[in-house]
Structures are given as C-alpha cells and as structure tokens.
C-alpha cells in the first residue's frame, strides 16, 4: 500500500484474516517510530501535545497513518473469532450430510440384504412375544371368577386385580420403551420375558390374595413393555416396501393371543378335577393349571429372542460399527443362501455412523469407590440419559405430530377397550335380567316335617315357617329367605351359592357339614342354634362360575379381527397408513349406532364382532406409523409412551363404561362414538410415512 509519508511500511494480510505491518530498516516490531527516532525521557514531551492532558494525549503514529497497537489486536481477535465460526458451520454442515447418508445408507443396505429366511424367523419369534401379551390381557378376566371365590375375595377388592394390572402394563411400558433405546432391543426384550415367565409361574401358586396381586402386578411390569419393544425391534429389519404389510401381519399374533386364552380357558378352568392338594392349605385348582398353560407363548418367545442378534440400526447409533456390520452380513448370507444364491458377497465395507456426542458416563475409579458406588452411578447416569430422550420429544420438530398420535392413541383406546368392558358385562346384565325374570316366589307358606331332597334354586321364600323340616344332600343356589321362622329343622352336606337368610329366627336348628356360615346371616335371630363341622371361607362353584357364553364372547371376539387384520395388511403400503386410521376409525363410530338395537345376547355378540373386525385396521396403522415417525434413538421411547397413554385410556374406560352398565346404554356408546370420531379427524392430519426412510 502507498505511504503518503514516505516511511516504506509494508501492510500484508496472512490467511487467518491477520495484520501485520514491517518496514525497511525498522525494528523487531515493525514500528519505525522506536528504531529511526532518538530515545527521549520517560518524562518528555513534545511541543505539540505539551500542556494537553494524559487521556487527551494523541498517538504520534496516527500522523503516520500507522494503526494503534490495541485496533490491531481488535483485529486479530475478530479474525479469529470469525474462523472458529465458519469451522463450527462446516462440521454441522458435514455432521448434517453424514446423518442423512446414514438413512439412506441404511435402506440401501436392507435392500440388499432382501426380505427372507431371517426376517421370517424373526417374525414368528417376536410374534410369540406379542402373543404372550395378548395372552396376558385376558388372563385376568379369565381367572377372575374363580379367583373370587377360591381366595374369598371381598366385592371391594374385585375390582383392584384388573386396575393393577392396566396399571403394572402402563408403567412397563412407559420404563421399558426408554430403555431400550439405550440398553438395546434385545437385551431389553430378554429382561421383560424373563420378568414375567418368573412372576407369572410365582402367581400360580400364591394362596393369599396380596400376594397374588404384588406377583401378578410384577408379572405386568415385565409383559408391558414387550409391545414398544417387538414393533421397534422388528421395524429396524425390514426395508421401506416391506414395513406396513409385514409390521400388519405381525399384529395378528395379538389375536393369536386372544384365541389361545380363551381356548385353553373354555377347556381346562371348568374342569374341577385338573387341580391337585397338597394338604388342607395349598389348593392348586384348574383356574391356576390354566395360568401355567398361558406361560408357553412366553417361553418359546424367550428362547427364541436369545438367539437371535440385536438391532444393527441401535449399534449404529451407538457408535458399534463393527458388531452392526457382522449382522448385517448374517441377515444377507440367510437370506441369499436360502434363496439358493449363496455365491452373492455382501459388498458393504463400511457404513457412516452419526457423529453424535457420547455418553458421558462418570465412572468412579475403582481404588475410590466400591463396586455398589460404581453401580449406582452408572444406573442414575442411564437414568438421566433416558429422561432426556423423553424430554427430546417435545422438539419442535416431533411436537406438532407427537401431539396428534397422543390424541388419536387415547381416543382409539378409550372406546376399544371401553366397550370391550361393556360387551361381556352387558351380556352378563342381560343374563341375571333373564334369571331374574324367572324367579320364583313362595309368601307365608307353612312346611312342617318335610324332607327337602331336590335342589332349591331361583326362589325368595317369605314370611315361611318351616317346623321339623330336614334338609340333607342338596344344593340351595340363588335363594333367599326374608322373615322367615326355622324351628326344630335339620341341615346336613348343603352347598349352597348365593343364597342368604335375611331377618330370620332360627330356633333348636342343627347345621351339619355345610357351607352356611356367618356370612350367609343377615339380621337374624338364633336360639339353641348348633353348628358342627362347617365348612368355613370360600369355596368354587364350576358350574356357576365358568359360563360357556363368556369364553366364547372372548374366543369370537378375537377370531372377528382377522379379516380386518389381512385387509388392513394387503393395503397398507398400497393407500397408507393415514387413510387406514382415519377410515378405519370413523367406520367403526357407525358400527357403535347398531349396539342401540342390542336386545338380546345374540345381538351383542354380533355387533361386537363387527366392531373389532373394523377397527383392528386402525390398530394395525397405529402401530406401523408411530415407529415410523420417529428417529432411531427416540423411537422405543416414543412407542413406550403411546402405549402408555393407550393402557391409562384403557383404565379410565373400564371405570366410565361398567359404571352405566344396567342403567342406560345411550351415554357409553355416545362417548365411544365421540371418541372415535375426533380420533378418526385428527388421524387425517399426520403425515403419511409408507415412502419415508427411517431417521
């Protein structure tokens, strides 16, 4: 640059964007105003700054045009401040291209792998894992009655089994699906079987009703989480064309479910002589034979999963390139040998990873920490880790649809399972409606030394007097005495149901070897009353409490969804899953109009088969498009929270719907029809995955 004072200072600029000034002759510095210029006196001044003060002193070399010291320091810092950005935005940039390469990358790798022996085999074997979680969603309703009255279960205790155990599945499922995205599918999916296998086996043999609960609430803590495991498992092996027909069939194995239960149910619970003693306090009955049945599925799935591999996609995200790399070839070498291509090489080499942080996890040395210390911290180290994935969630960028599938989930379980309450109590209601319509009244009659050899069944006896009457070797069931007068009479072997003595007298009575205990005692007087040998607690009747028509209810209503299963399944990738859902979803709000003409048993049992055969398509896309939309390393966590909300809707739907049965039908199936119909709208407004590659 020109000096117009002549001084031959040479301005050049280096690559970092930096200053730097020489001059020909000039000190070490590059000033010429310190080498060419006689040192002066600390306390010197110069004529032309004499008298001015110290912070109005001017520097001499701006009359040189020279930069002061301080602008050129300014400089350098800006200039390397501004370096340091753009080498921040090209390893975003460079970042941003190798994450999305990954997807793609990916889907080019499973596309070479093909769809074959390996997929199938994992197929079935996580299909037995569903399985044994559809078999644990009737179980409950199965083992219930019976339940009741071998382990003398209180009307307020009834209902406390079935909440704990929507409860126990609801919080498996919210803890599981987080975990899995850190832990590994597999591994997770090994704990939650083993969880219930041991839990569930425990539960069959529990005498005492807390017991039995806190077994089987343990049991459904490890079974709950399978759900969000299975479908994010299964999804990370398939290829984009495959995803909604395959992860469809896959679905049906809950129906499968359904039909085991309620098969092994129908025949094995009524089956008195199945069970076993041993002594007079450990009563292993059929309802418990049945519950060890039910553990099979379970099993075979356990055994299955252990040998197969972990998700290829959750190493990658994890950094684990090499493992991930060994079982892709494995996916590829089954499946082409199995075709009978063996010679095809699997030509991958190497596969990008995203450049995400790592896991910081602080590790105590081992010289100052106990092994228990080391432990816990790893644990709460996981533990936030997992918090901060579901807190991820509410992203901008996921919050919009997150918010829409939350919706569209608690509608859909709201009235499913709603009604899947309503259906069976309802044909229950109609059934004690019936034997009610049927009852038999006797008023002020006199017996006196009369035999009683037959059974009394369906009767109400008021205002009676019955004077040396015996009764021997019968069963009273469904019969009620009020007022009545019982003198000198004789009761011996009597098995009775439901049967009480309401404000009666009873006076120089004998009750030999029967189940007619204080509780059957309503206000009633006793004089000179003996008991001899009774028969104390609670006792199973078979006959009453194991009717055909609610195994078969439950057997129907399973197999009523296979039709929708395979629709829904050969047209998943061909009109998506959004038109699926939300047709699916507001079809069977119209269905709910046609339970306002169910009068008889018949009636409901076919109007509930066509509810679940329509709506077992939205089901089937629910699941596809909720692992769909979501990035690997948030996708259990967000199916772990969806099925949450399903179990939460699920509860407050059991309590809703059972609360009108006997009183009105109009309320239970407006809301169910409410409910579907904002679902079925809402379901229109997320985005269509069948052509997205999985994040």
Same mark, same amino acid.
């Given at each position: 640059?020109?000096?117009?004072?002549?001084?031959?200072?040479?301005?050049?600029?280096?690559?970092?964007?930096?200053?730097?000034?020489?001059?020909?002759?000039?000190?070490?510095?590059?000033?010429?105003?310190?080498?060419?210029?006689?040192?002066?006196?600390?306390?010197?001044?110069?004529?032309?700054?004499?008298?001015?003060?110290?912070?109005?002193?001017?520097?001499?070399?701006?009359?040189?045009?020279?930069?002061?010291?301080?602008?050129?320091?300014?400089?350098?810092?800006?200039?390397?401040?501004?370096?340091?950005?753009?080498?921040?935005?090209?390893?975003?940039?460079?970042?941003?291209?190798?994450?999305?390469?990954?997807?793609?990358?990916?889907?080019?790798?499973?596309?070479?792998?093909?769809?074959?022996?390996?997929?199938?085999?994992?197929?079935?074997?996580?299909?037995?894992?569903?399985?044994?979680?559809?078999?644990?969603?009737?179980?409950?309703?199965?083992?219930?009655?019976?339940?009741?009255?071998?382990?003398?279960?209180?009307?307020?205790?009834?209902?406390?089994?079935?909440?704990?155990?929507?409860?126990?599945?609801?919080?498996?499922?919210?803890?599981?699906?987080?975990?899995?995205?850190?832990?590994?599918?597999?591994?997770?999916?090994?704990?939650?079987?083993?969880?219930?296998?041991?839990?569930?086996?425990?539960?069959?043999?529990?005498?005492?009703?807390?017991?039995?609960?806190?077994?089987?609430?343990?049991?459904?803590?490890?079974?709950?989480?399978?759900?969000?495991?299975?479908?994010?498992?299964?999804?990370?092996?398939?290829?984009?064309?495959?995803?909604?027909?395959?992860?469809?069939?896959?679905?049906?194995?809950?129906?499968?479910?359904?039909?085991?239960?309620?098969?092994?149910?129908?025949?094995?619970?009524?089956?008195?002589?199945?069970?076993?003693?041993?002594?007079?306090?450990?009563?292993?009955?059929?309802?418990?034979?049945?519950?060890?049945?039910?553990?099979?599925?379970?099993?075979?799935?356990?055994?299955?999963?252990?040998?197969?591999?972990?998700?290829?996609?959750?190493?990658?995200?994890?950094?684990?390139?090499?493992?991930?790399?060994?079982?892709?070839?494995?996916?590829?070498?089954?499946?082409?040998?199995?075709?009978?291509?063996?010679?095809?090489?699997?030509?991958?080499?190497?596969?990008?990873?995203?450049?995400?942080?790592?896991?910081?996890?602080?590790?105590?040395?081992?010289?100052?920490?106990?092994?228990?210390?080391?432990?816990?911290?790893?644990?709460?180290?996981?533990?936030?880790?997992?918090?901060?994935?579901?807190?991820?969630?509410?992203?901008?960028?996921?919050?919009?649809?997150?918010?829409?599938?939350?919706?569209?989930?608690?509608?859909?379980?709201?009235?499913?399972?709603?009604?899947?309450?309503?259906?069976?109590?309802?044909?229950?209601?109609?059934?004690?409606?019936?034997?009610?319509?049927?009852?038999?009244?006797?008023?002020?009659?006199?017996?006196?030394?009369?035999?009683?050899?037959?059974?009394?069944?369906?009767?109400?006896?008021?205002?009676?007097?019955?004077?040396?009457?015996?009764?021997?070797?019968?069963?009273?069931?469904?019969?009620?005495?009020?007022?009545?007068?019982?003198?000198?009479?004789?009761?011996?072997?009597?098995?009775?149901?439901?049967?009480?003595?309401?404000?009666?007298?009873?006076?120089?009575?004998?009750?030999?070897?029967?189940?007619?205990?204080?509780?059957?005692?309503?206000?009633?007087?006793?004089?000179?009353?003996?008991?001899?040998?009774?028969?104390?607690?609670?006792? $199973?009747?078979?006959?009453?409490?194991?009717? /055909?028509? *609610?195994?078969?209810? @439950?057997? =129907? !209503? +399973?197999? &009523?969804?296979?039709?929708?299963?395979?629709?829904?399944? $050969?047209?998943?990738?061909?009109?998506?899953? /959004?038109? *699926?859902?939300?047709? @699916?979803? =507001? !079809? +069977?709000? &119209?269905?709910?109009?046609?339970?306002?003409?169910?009068?008889?048993?018949?009636?409901?049992?076919?109007?509930?088969?066509?509810?679940?055969?329509?709506?077992?398509?939205?089901?089937?896309?629910?699941?596809?498009?909720?692992?769909?939309?979501?990035?690997?390393?948030?996708?259990?966590?967000?199916?772990?929270?969806?099925?949450?909300?399903?179990?939460?809707?699920?509860?407050?739907?059991?309590?809703?719907?059972?609360?009108?049965?006997?009183?009105?039908?109009?309320?239970?199936?407006?809301?169910?029809?409410?409910?579907?119909?904002?679902?079925?709208?809402?379901?229109?407004?997320?985005?269509?995955?069948?052509?997205?590659?999985?994040?």
């Amino acid at each position: 640059m020109d000096d117009p004072y002549h001084n031959n200072v040479n301005q050049q600029m280096t690559e970092g964007g930096e200053y730097t000034y020489t001059q020909d002759g000039g000190g070490q510095d590059g000033y010429p105003y310190q080498t060419d210029y006689p040192q002066q006196d600390e306390d010197a001044a110069s004529d032309a700054t004499e008298g001015a003060d110290e912070d109005d002193q001017m520097y001499e070399g701006e009359y040189q045009g020279i930069p002061h010291p301080d602008e050129i320091k300014e400089a350098r810092r800006a200039a390397r401040l501004e370096a340091k950005r753009k080498a921040r935005l090209a390893a975003q940039q460079q970042e941003e291209e190798e994450e999305e390469s990954l997807p793609e990358q990916y889907e080019t790798i499973m596309e070479d792998c093909g769809h074959g022996r390996f997929q199938w085999t994992l197929f079935f074997v996580l299909g037995l894992a569903l399985m044994a979680d559809g078999v644990d969603g009737f179980v409950v309703g199965f083992v219930m009655p019976s339940a009741e009255k071998d382990m003398c279960i209180s009307n307020a205790d009834k209902g406390l089994l079935g909440l704990l155990v929507y409860v126990s599945m609801m919080v498996g499922a919210l803890v599981w699906g987080g975990l899995c995205d850190k832990m590994g599918r597999r591994k997770c999916l090994i704990y939650v079987l083993t969880i219930d296998l041991v839990f569930s086996f425990l539960s069959c043999f529990a005498q005492g009703y807390g017991f039995f609960l806190f077994l089987r609430f343990c049991s459904g803590f490890g079974i709950g989480g399978s759900i969000p495991i299975v479908y994010t498992y299964f999804t990370e092996f398939l290829q984009m064309d495959k995803r909604g027909e395959h992860l469809s069939w896959l679905c049906m194995f809950w129906m499968l479910g359904g039909l085991y239960a309620s098969f092994t149910a129908w025949g094995i619970i009524p089956h008195y002589g199945w069970g076993f003693a041993i002594g007079t306090q450990f009563q292993i009955h059929s309802w418990r034979l049945f519950m060890f049945v039910c553990l099979f599925p379970a099993l075979a799935a356990l055994i299955g999963v252990v040998f197969m591999p972990e998700s290829p996609r959750f190493l990658l995200e994890n950094a684990r390139h090499d493992e991930a790399w060994m079982i892709l070839r494995q996916v590829h070498d089954t499946n082409w040998k199995a075709k009978g291509e063996p010679e095809r090489v699997f030509t991958v080499t190497n596969i990008k990873t995203p450049q995400t942080q790592e896991d910081e996890f602080i590790e105590i040395q081992s010289e100052t920490g106990t092994a228990f210390q080391r432990w816990t911290v790893r644990k709460m180290t996981m533990l936030q880790q997992v918090m901060a994935n579901v807190m991820s969630l509410s992203a901008p960028e996921l919050r919009l649809q997150g918010l829409f599938l939350v919706i569209v989930w608690f509608c859909m379980a709201f009235s499913y399972h709603g009604l899947g309450v309503w259906f069976p109590d309802m044909i229950k209601y109609m059934q004690y409606e019936e034997y009610e319509s049927k009852v038999r009244v006797f008023h002020r009659e006199r017996v006196e030394r009369f035999h009683f050899n037959f059974s009394l069944v369906n009767q109400v006896h008021r205002e009676g007097e019955y004077i040396h009457d015996k009764f021997a070797n019968i069963e009273i069931k469904s019969v009620k005495f009020e007022d009545s007068l019982f003198e000198n009479c004789y009761f011996e072997d009597i098995k009775s149901t439901n049967t009480f003595f309401e404000n009666c007298t009873i006076k120089n009575t004998v009750f030999y070897n029967t189940d007619l205990w204080q509780e059957k005692f309503k206000n009633c007087r006793m004089e000179n009353t003996t008991f001899l040998h009774p028969k104390k607690g609670c006792h $199973l009747n078979f006959q009453e409490e194991n009717d /055909i028509v *609610i195994y078969l209810v @439950s057997f =129907l !209503g +399973s197999l &009523a969804v296979l039709p929708g299963n395979i629709i829904s399944a $050969l047209f998943m990738d061909k009109i998506g899953r /959004i038109r *699926i859902i939300g047709g @699916s979803m =507001l !079809g +069977s709000s &119209a269905c709910t109009f046609l339970l306002l003409l169910s009068f008889s048993q018949g009636a409901v049992i076919c109007w509930q088969c066509l509810f679940y055969a329509v709506s077992v398509a939205a089901w089937n896309g629910l699941e596809v498009i909720s692992v769909e939309l979501y990035p690997s390393s948030k996708r259990g966590t967000a199916f772990g929270i969806l099925n949450g909300i399903c179990k939460f809707a699920a509860i407050i739907a059991s309590f809703i719907f059972a609360a009108f049965i006997g009183i009105t039908k109009i309320i239970p199936i407006f809301l169910a029809f409410v409910a579907l119909v904002c679902g079925g709208l809402v379901a229109l407004k997320l985005p269509e995955t069948r052509e997205k590659i999985l994040s």
